[in-house]
């Protein structure tokens, strides 16, 4: 690495965790290093829990040429003005200047997004995305997060809150997701909804699910997204069946993102999209029946490049001219 290349700082804040590390401009962690968020102290006391994992990320290259600090926090928050609203992870902080505290502690430029939206563009400029123009990133796991990168831009919509792709509504009769809303996508195909409808199927057929609770211990509250993996990867056919709806109702959402969107390319990240990626085929060979752009086949699915990383590169990733 030149002497004098300039890195810069992503720092992924997280209702329990500080992520912070050094990137290059090629997309490369150079370094990364972790610490506790006080999320539930003062205001100084979450800042001051931010400023340790960045401080630790610094001290890693004395004297580094920084470029700017990329952040990522939960939401909501104003990427215009860089506060940060009133996220329910990270209680301390209540229309938090965030980017104007680093500023003024660091001297340096600072960002401030959304995860979803900064993995999103990290995979366009650095990964699986790089060399297209319209991208769609999706990132299945926990809950489901979206980001839509346009021409190397990320696309905010009027107020910065654009892109809430996990909390389209594809059945208003389905279970009601966390965010208030009926029948999401996020309740119905993220790695709880998978684990939720495995249990379902168990206590709703005596005798079914044997191999599942197997894998779990005998104990069905212990069945995860994981175990369905396993169990599919091991020829349980109530697992595929259990798969297969999952990934029905992924295709379903993603036929409406094509017809809204049409992208050049789908990306998938996450745990779940990790799972996703071995069911391409299938998602794709439903695609046509859930649009009605002709050409919907022809849009490639790939799996991201950062998977569980994306928080550091993606938060550096701000830190570039769009």
Not at 93 to 101: A, G, Q, T, Y
Request: charged content about 20%.
């Amino acid at each position: 690495m030149p002497e004098q290349e300039k890195l810069f700082l992503g720092v992924d804040i997280g209702g329990t965790k500080v992520a912070a590390g050094l990137v290059s401009a090629a997309g490369e962690i150079i370094f990364k290093t972790r610490a506790p968020m006080d999320a539930h102290g003062s205001a100084d006391e979450g800042f001051r829990s931010v400023r340790r994992a960045m401080d630790a990320a610094l001290a890693a290259r004395p004297g580094v040429a920084l470029g700017g600090v990329g952040i990522t926090s939960p939401g909501p928050l104003d990427p215009h003005s860089g506060i940060v609203l009133n996220p329910p992870n990270v209680p301390c902080w209540r229309d938090f200047p965030l980017v104007e505290r680093i500023r003024a502690a660091y001297g340096v430029d600072a960002r401030l997004d959304k995860d979803a939206n900064a993995a999103g563009l990290a995979e366009a400029v650095w990964g699986a995305g790089r060399g297209y123009r319209w991208v769609f990133y999706a990132t299945l796991g926990t809950g489901i997060g979206t980001g839509i990168i346009l021409d190397g831009r990320i696309y905010h919509g009027r107020t910065g809150a654009a892109a809430e792709g996990g909390h389209m509504t594809i059945d208003y009769h389905g279970p009601r997701c966390g965010c208030g809303k009926y029948g999401c996508i996020e309740v119905l195909a993220s790695g709880p909804a998978i684990a939720a409808r495995a249990r379902a199927k168990i206590a709703g057929a005596e005798g079914r699910g044997a191999r599942l609770l197997e894998l779990a211990g005998g104990n069905a509250e212990k069945i995860r997204a994981e175990t369905v993996a396993d169990g599919w990867q091991k020829g349980d056919a109530l697992s595929s069946e259990i798969l297969s709806e999952t990934f029905d109702l992924l295709a379903i959402w993603l036929g409406n993102i094509v017809d809204l969107l049409e992208p050049e390319v789908i990306i998938l990240g996450g745990g779940v999209g990790e799972l996703a990626s071995e069911w391409f085929p299938y998602i794709r060979s439903k695609l046509p029946a859930w649009s009605i752009n002709p050409r919907a086949g022809e849009i490639p699915f790939v799996l991201a490049r950062y998977g569980a990383d994306s928080g550091v590169p993606g938060a550096a990733a701000l830190c570039l001219k769009q």
